[in-house]
């Protein structure tokens, strides 16, 4: 008993099961982060709004939104590191979570520059320039640190609701991460779709205030404190535990070396995953956006992949998962490197329809006599369905994946960082992101009169059909370096395991 765990509610007195805790209580979370999911659903739909309200160009709405994804993953890394270990998740919410109401500024219509038609003068409209430029990277900061509060604290917060000690609970408590994340994917559905309907034409004022009811609702939390017995329990085993500590350092490091490969390799898989999908929204945005009478506007076409992403993870999960166990007896289906490999496959994949498919555009552009004035070009948006859908289970497969392998190789200490880790290697490829194409563009102006490959604002004179072959490059390049590094991972981990066993029966 003197070990047991004690919880208390957010008041400090005893927890009472019945009324605390469980399912009852991440009821509530699941809605927060649906409606934390429903305003910043449209990170990657922003780059529209970029480049239409804000006239920027190509390059420089692209690098925008790379900054922003790094920043939001970057910050969700940082948070699942410091959340309970030097901050409560609860205070952590409480403190970071307006700042994604503060973001809100730049986008007030006094700081927009003139209004301008891109669309049929693509050369005339002036861009976002100086401090409300300046303005904009402060505000999109914001967001990202407010934004990747919530990411991290709510899913944990959540976790907290079951006793590890309890099966039943655990068990819960893995449904529940489970059902946090199609929450997530349903909350970006509504947003893309029934939100953006309301601003095309209800044009509503003044800042959304949805985040700060998360900061309000939440009311019901377990967290473990300590009476005398469990201090001096914990003091003894903190003194026992400290002759171990420096064995264990050693094997952690010895670990974390052996998984370094495998995380430059998944470094390499990321980077072009941030610029293929804001580039296709950005595609999307200049075709027949037409489905039958219903006109899809351009913020919400980022709800084609998120609808992809929430029907493909339970699908994964619940059908593909058994099926492929039987033939691989796998408890997964397949291993976690096989799942980022697959992942990486996609990309590649993705990258050669996308530009197959611009290059359709492109040549349709050119017939229609569309290169010099910029306007949309009759050809549908669902011949970008099959990129969509690559890059959704990319998505999937990928990011996943890396999570899962830390979850499987690391030691018990190093598991909780799983999560931050994906974070922080998405976070950093989508900074290099930034430099990427802002290189290429630099390096491709020496023909074609000097104009690089994504100069300008007009996407009918672009060549992007060239830059998806070039991201199509080097997803192969990452997927090969990617292969070596697994395969002699996982020969070294099995000679381990043989090694290992071969001791055993020596023993006995």
């Not at 003068?121 to 509060?149: D, H, I, K, R």
């Not at 392998?405 to 598991?415: C, P, R, V, W």
């Not at 000679?495 to 023993?507: A, F, K, W």
């Amino acid at each position: 008993m003197a070990g047991e765990e004690v919880y208390v509610d957010w008041r400090g007195n005893a927890v009472d099961e019945r009324r605390h805790g469980g399912i009852r209580a991440t009821l509530f979370l699941y809605a927060l982060f649906m409606l934390r999911s429903c305003t910043s659903s449209s990170n990657f739909s922003m780059v529209a709004y970029f480049h239409r309200t804000l006239h920027l160009d190509i390059v420089t709405s692209s690098t925008v939104i790379s900054y922003m994804v790094g920043t939001v993953m970057i910050s969700t890394a940082l948070m699942n590191f410091i959340s309970d270990a030097y901050i409560r998740r609860t205070t952590a919410i409480f403190v970071f979570s307006p700042f994604v109401i503060l973001h809100c500024k730049p986008f007030f219509t006094s700081l927009h520059p003139e209004i301008c038609a891109i669309d049929k003068e693509p050369n005339n409209c002036e861009p976002a320039q100086g401090w409300n430029f300046t303005l904009l990277y402060l505000s999109l900061l914001m967001f990202a640190v407010g934004e990747g509060c919530l990411r991290a604290c709510i899913p944990s917060l959540g976790g907290d609701q079951f006793s590890n000690s309890d099966p039943n609970k655990s068990q819960h408590k893995s449904m529940f991460l489970t059902w946090i994340k199609f929450a997530n994917n349903l909350g970006a559905v509504i947003g893309l779709v029934f939100l953006v309907w309301i601003e095309n034409n209800w044009k509503p004022t003044g800042t959304p205030l949805s985040r700060t009811l998360q900061v309000l609702i939440i009311s019901s939390n377990k967290r473990p404190t300590a009476n005398a017995n469990v201090i001096e329990v914990q003091e003894t085993i903190r003194r026992v535990s400290s002759t171990l500590l420096r064995s264990n350092q050693t094997d952690e490091t010895k670990v974390l070396i052996q998984m370094l490969p495998i995380f430059i390799g998944c470094y390499l898989i990321y980077l072009p995953f941030t610029l293929l999908m804001t580039l296709t929204i950005q595609v999307g945005s200049t075709m027949d956006r037409g489905a039958g009478t219903i006109q899809i506007p351009s913020a919400s076409l980022i709800a084609i992949p998120t609808a992809f992403h929430m029907l493909m993870r339970p699908c994964y999960s619940w059908v593909l998962t058994p099926v492929v166990r039987k033939t691989t007896g796998h408890e997964h289906g397949i291993t976690p490197l096989q799942c980022i490999g697959a992942g990486s496959a996609c990309g590649v994949t993705a990258a050669c329809a996308a530009t197959l498919v611009e290059a359709k555009r492109l040549k349709v552009a050119e017939q229609h006599e569309l290169t010099s004035a910029g306007s949309s070009v009759p050809m549908s948006v669902f011949w970008l369905v099959i990129q969509f859908f690559l890059l959704s289970t990319m998505d999937i497969a990928s990011f996943g994946g890396l999570a899962e392998f830390i979850k499987s190789e690391a030691s018990s200490t190093l598991k909780p960082a799983a999560l931050a880790v994906q974070s922080f290697l998405a976070g950093l490829a989508a900074w290099s992101c930034c430099a990427f194409i802002q290189f290429v563009n630099r390096m491709t102006r020496s023909g074609d009169s000097g104009r690089g490959w994504l100069d300008g604002t007009n996407f009918n004179r672009a060549h992007l059909d060239h830059f998806f072959l070039l991201l199509g490059v080097v997803e192969l390049v990452a997927l090969i370096n990617y292969t070596f590094w697994a395969r002699r991972y996982s020969r070294k981990l099995q000679r381990i395991n043989t090694v290992g066993l071969d001791e055993d029966n020596s023993r006995n």
